[in-house]
């Protein structure tokens, strides 16, 4: 087994390390929960205090155009493009992954106005499904959601699909799509492809527009560190912008919004995605939390990233073994995204003991044990303390006191 010495030797070496002091972690714990809610980046306090301070209570109204408040869903999305491979004004922050979800979804299927079929997964995040399910109720039902069970999807993609909706990593095991070749299959059918990046945007370099895709959306509060329910974002490639049209049309979304015209009219380009008035306090949250990213090479995260769930399994598999764990993400590391998941049957009191000490990572019904593993501020060491934690909290049967039991609304 790997000594801690080792491991320290490896943050030492790792051209990683410097980012770790731009984050504010408490002392005393072990964060693998970052592919839930990312923890605060040290520049976010300072610049909320100056736009709540400065701007918002300086300047007012004013602040709209003197501090490029309209401008900020356009501009913060061009800070996001880099790292899912979207070139300038084709990402957009704006609403939630949901809703976002939604309104792409819906100018998908106008697209394809013979095909009746959106193909999705069993295992995508609810949300995704439910929202085709929802679109498809306002579609006089003449659509039909077809759910692959399994990760092999190519099998379900034929001539009458309209879009493939698919998690690009799995949210319970961390299974990675194979996003270039899904992607093909659609387009070979016929079909349009959105993927939901939530898991890997901000962990593993994604590339949307060398694969040609044609709608993506997801999360900013997870590897992006955005912020609790931070504002989403969506990708649609220039190809698509003016042909497409989405169903919520606010007024922001509007050619000219301040016209205040009697009828709606798409803007051009991606603008037209756009709702509502923007949530400026927690754009501003997310706009700061990337400067983190600046200038970071994505193959290295990705590379730190694959390093450090390898030796977690490793360490498990030799410290743990015994303690009834499954390893539920794929060992294949071009399968495996940024996080490790074990299932075990008394997973729900297990995670809450190792919080209790220290160790934090979540539990997804119905038995998996989840730890995220952020490149940018977890150390190689981080990977060896949290093993030996789990071991004690087995070993010492710490896992089975009563209130570790008790279930609290979020897992
Ligand atoms: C893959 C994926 N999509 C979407 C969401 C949630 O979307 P929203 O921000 O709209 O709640 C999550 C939340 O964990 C997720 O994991």
């Known amino acids: 087994m790997i000594s801690r010495d080792e491991m320290t ?50 300047d007012l109204i004013k602040s709209w155009n003197v501090h490029g408040w309209m401008d900020m869903p356009l501009r913060v999305g061009d800070r996001i493009a880099p790292l899912i491979g979207a070139g300038p004004d084709e990402v957009l922050a704006s609403d ?3 809703v976002n979800l939604f309104k792409l979804m819906a100018a998908a299927l106008e697209q394809r106005p013979d095909r ?14 439910y929202l085709a399910e929802g679109l498809i109720r306002f579609t006089d039902n003449d659509h039909e959601l077809r759910l692959v069970d399994g990760d092999d999807v190519l099998d379900a993609i034929d001539d009458t699909v309209a879009l493939v909706s698919l998690t690009q990593v799995d949210y319970r095991s961390g299974y990675v ?15 349009l492809m959105l993927w939901d990046l939530s898991h890997s945007a901000g962990a593993m370099a994604v590339d949307l527009n060398g694969a040609q895709v044609d709608f993506a959306v997801g999360c900013s509060y997870k590897y992006l560190n955005g912020g609790p329910g931070a504002p989403a974002y969506l990708f649609v490639p220039r190809r698509l912008q003016d042909l497409v049209r ?23 380009g991606i603008l037209r995605q756009q709702c509502g008035t923007p949530s400026i306090l927690a754009m501003s949250a997310l706009d700061a939390a990337l400067d983190v ?34 390893l539920a993400t794929p060992r294949e590391q071009v399968r495996r995204g940024s996080q490790v998941s074990w299932h075990h049957e008394m997973g729900y009191p297990i995670m809450q003991a190792l919080i209790a000490e220290g160790v934090i990572g979540d539990f997804r019904s119905p038995d998996i044990l989840r730890f995220g593993f952020a490149p940018l501020y977890l150390r190689y060491v981080d990977v060896w303390d949290a093993v030996m934690v ?5 070993s010492e049967g710490r896992w089975d006191r009563p209130e570790f039991h008790q279930r609290s609304a979020v897992t």
Not at 33 to 46: R, T
Not at 306 to 314: P, Q, R, Y
Not at 390 to 394: A, F, G, P, R, Y
């Open 116 to 129: 009746k079929v959106i193909v999705g997964q069993t295992g995508n995040f609810p949300t995704d499904n």
């Open 96 to 98: 939630t992954t949901s």
């Open 9 to 58: 030797a490896l943050d030492s070496a790792d051209p990683l390390a410097a980012s770790h002091a731009q984050f504010d972690l408490p002392d005393g714990i072990i964060y693998l929960d970052g592919n839930s809610l990312g923890p605060v980046p040290k520049g976010v306090p300072e610049r909320l205090a100056q736009v709540v301070n400065e701007q918002w209570r300086g």
């Open 177 to 191: 799509q194979d996003m270039a070749a899904v992607t093909a299959a659609a387009h070979d059918a016929g079909a």
């Open 246 to 268: 989405q169903p919520l049309s606010g007024w922001l979304g509007h050619a000219a919004p301040f016209e205040f015209e009697q009828s709606y009219r798409p803007a051009p």
């Open 293 to 326: 990213f600046d200038g970071l090479d994505m193959a290295l995260v990705r590379q730190k990233s694959l390093s450090l769930t390898e030796h977690f399994i490793a360490l498990m598999e030799q410290r743990c073994a015994g303690h009834g764990f499954t």
């Open 390 to 394: 789990i071991d004690k909290v087995m």
